[in-house]
């Protein structure tokens, strides 16, 4: 079958226009929830989808028209839609808001899956072309799923694994963590099919190089500490710094958990009492219930170092 014009252009400019509004004020969610934050990015996939679709009804090509024609049309609507989602990212960083160039490769799928449906309902498709189409579309839409199927199957693993943080017998256990800019983590396979892996943190000369727990279950009420491992693989001390906040924090280093730790050469095994933790913040209590992050970082790193991570966990 043919869709045919069901909006006047004036209106389907209008629905743009208000998507791209939309899109643009969105509030973002609470970062701290992996799956909601990848939700919210996957929204631009069916987001675009929606704008191409409206264009399409809204500017048809004409009945009839040579497949030439129609496929330049087509293309139109894409670069027309993609455009749409540039000036949202442009917008939101004129705003200062959260830009992100991958919301555009979002964008870029939304509107190409549409564009790619689109084309296999056209009579003049054949069916070995329609069914390689919408298998396009659908692999696309896919593919940009699979950050949220990735954050949702680790959050119910995460919350399994609990009063175990993170013990890298899984790959998988990396995406509970961010980096500075000074900083690149990788995962570091187990020597025998039995043991954990591990995270090696390379530490680049710089500022603030280390890392960020930043994904875990947040109640740590009725824990008594907070134990990691860290071997430090040089045959020289290194100082870190460990940062331990709330959700509540306000950013002020006096509103948070500090603690400056000395590494030794070889294994350390680090452990923070979480009765430390709570009473850390200057006129208040840390909420152990709801806390947001565990940072560890060294300061003002002259040389290039590195370290071992293999496991975070709570103790009772």
């Known amino acids: 079958m043919t869709l045919r014009r069901k909006l006047p252009g004036n209106l389907a400019i209008l629905i743009v226009t208000a998507c791209a509004c939309f899109a643009t004020l969105a509030p973002s969610p ?119 199927a990735r954050a949702i199957v680790d959050e119910v ?13 899984a790959s998988s256990d990396l995406d509970r963590f961010t980096w500075s800019a000074w900083s690149v983590g990788t995962f570091e396979h187990a020597v025998t099919p039995q043991a954990c892996g591990a995270l090696r943190l390379a530490l680049k000369p710089g500022e603030y190089p280390g890392l960020c727990l930043a994904f875990f279950p947040r109640d740590w009420r009725g824990w008594r500490e907070l134990s990691f491992t860290c071997v430090n693989p040089s045959a020289t001390l290194l100082q870190v710094s460990v940062r331990i906040d709330d959700l509540w924090h306000n950013d002020e280093y006096q509103d948070r958990f500090n603690k400056t730790v000395l590494l030794t050469p070889g294994r350390n095994d680090v452990r923070i009492l979480l009765a430390d933790v709570e009473s850390a913040p200057v006129g208040r209590k840390l909420d152990l219930g709801h806390v947001g992050s565990v940072m560890v970082f060294a300061v003002d790193l002259p040389d290039a170092r590195s370290l071992i991570f293999r496991e975070f966990r709570l103790i009772l």
């Open 157 to 169: 693993r995460a919350a399994r694994q609990f009063p175990v943080l993170a013990d890298f017998c």
């Open 30 to 148: 609470d970062s701290r929830l992996r799956s909601a934050a990848c939700l919210h990015d996957f929204l631009h996939v069916p987001g675009f989808g929606l704008v191409a679709l409206v264009l399409w009804f809204g500017f048809p090509v004409r009945e009839g028209a040579p497949t030439r024609r129609l496929v330049l049309h087509f293309l139109a609507l894409f670069l027309v839609s993609v455009g749409v989602g540039i000036a949202v990212e442009i917008a939101q960083l004129v705003l200062g808001g959260d830009a992100d160039i991958w919301d555009v490769g979002r964008d870029i799928a939304g509107a190409g899956g549409m564009v790619l449906v689109l084309g296999s309902l056209q009579r003049r498709t054949g069916a070995a072309w329609r069914s390689g189409l919408r298998l396009a579309a659908l692999a696309g839409l896919l593919i940009t799923l699979i950050p949220s």
